[in-house]
Nanobody, 120 residues
Framework: QVQLVESGGGLVQAGGSLRLSCAASGSIFSINYMGWYRQAPGKQRESVARIGSGGTTNYADSVKGRFTISRDNAKNTVYLQMNSLKPEDTAVYYC??????????????WGQGTQVTVSS
């Protein structure tokens, strides 16, 4: 099992920035991909950004150029720097971890979620 603990959500005005952190523990040897999903009220959960163990990144089109994902392998921690935030970025953000891209899309490990609210 893999445990994921998030931090860093909150309330920010449009145009502002937040940084999310997620620390992994447990059977982390099985994890190659870490990153973030989000779920807004009434919408499906969507992948926001992920990073592979080698540093390869993948972003949703809606956040490209505004969000940056990074990881510290020594700390088993992944970060999401969110800049130029928009009200439509308001959602619960979930840290996720998976062995493969297929697992990422189907059944990743989940954190408990952290609320991000962007006011207009």
């Amino acid at each position: 099992q893999v445990q994921l603990v998030e931090s860093g959500g909150g309330l920010v005005q449009a145009g502002g920035s937040l940084r999310l952190s997620c620390a992994a523990s447990g059977s982390i040897f099985s994890i190659n991909y870490m990153g973030w999903y989000r779920q807004a009220p009434g919408k499906q959960r969507e992948s926001v950004a992920r990073i592979g163990s080698g540093g390869t990144t993948n972003y949703a089109d809606s956040v490209k150029g505004r969000f940056t994902i990074s990881r510290d392998n020594a700390k088993n921690t992944v970060y999401l720097q969110m800049n130029s935030l928009k009200p439509e970025d308001t959602a619960v953000y979930y840290c996720a971890a998976a062995r493969s891209p297929t697992n990422w899309g189907i059944a990743p490990y989940w954190g408990q979620g952290t609320q991000v609210t962007v006011s207009s």
